[in-house]
């Protein structure tokens, strides 16, 4: 049991490597400036993110410079989230709509000029699900959730491999339609050529 569960959860990670988006990242804004940060995300994937400003000075207050206006957005412009003069936040929501997300950060102007440091964690998918909650609402143990978290990482990464598939698809058809295009372009061509030359050749034996 030890060994299967050790190779369950070995599987696990790999999977969850390769299928979850996870974005965790500290980054310097300059006041007066924005900065935006992109995350594609499937059609009804779950979504969660947080931001902290990190405090210039520990065990002093946050100065009033350090404060930043934040918005979600889809690449259709939908607002997903907005936040003013704030100096944390989250934001969840479940994606209608497949593409880029961005989640971009302003910081007001300021003289003098000030940086701001903030963390931002963004994780979509299977990634943006918590997990010990599930395991305290549901009463299960700790095998039926590895086993949830591994139906949830198959079942995603079977849904990217039909869109890649769906996608090679269109692109193949495509691409013998063309290719139908143009053997039917060259057999036609070769034909008027044999016509040609035999209609050449007649003439020249003056059989026509």
């Known amino acids: 049991m030890a060994i299967y569960r050790f190779t369950l959860v070995s599987l696990l990670l790999i999977l969850g490597f390769i299928s979850n ?10 006041s007066g400036h924005t900065k935006c940060i992109s995350e594609d995300i499937k059609t009804n994937a ?14 002093h207050p946050l100065p009033d410079s350090h404060k930043i206006t934040v918005r979600v957005t889809s690449q ?8 003013d003069h704030v100096p ?6 479940q994606a209608s709509e497949a593409g880029d ?12 000029q000030a940086t701001i440091t903030v963390d931002f964690d963004w994780k979509t998918g ?20 590895e086993l949830k978290k591994l139906y949830e990482t198959v079942s995603s990464i079977h849904d990217e491999m039909e869109e890649e ?12 339609g063309w290719l139908s295009f143009l053997s039917f372009f ?13 209609k050449t050749f007649f003439e020249k034996k003056k059989l026509i």
């Open 21 to 30: 988006t996870v974005q965790s990242l500290r980054f310097d804004l300059q």
């Open 46 to 59: 779950m979504t969660v993110g947080k931001y902290t400003i990190v405090n210039p000075s520990e065990g």
């Open 76 to 83: 259709y412009g939908n607002s997903y989230h907005y936040a």
């Open 88 to 93: 944390s936040g989250q934001f969840a929501f």
């Open 101 to 112: 997300y961005m989640a971009c950060f302003w910081a007001a102007d300021h003289k003098p």
């Open 126 to 145: 299977v990634a943006a699900k918590d997990w010990t909650n599930v395991a305290k609402k549901g009463s299960i143990d700790a095998m039926e959730i």
């Open 165 to 176: 598939m769906q996608e090679l698809n269109r692109t193949t058809n495509s691409r013998m």
């Open 186 to 198: 060259v057999c036609i061509s070769v034909a008027g050529l044999q016509l040609w030359h035999l």
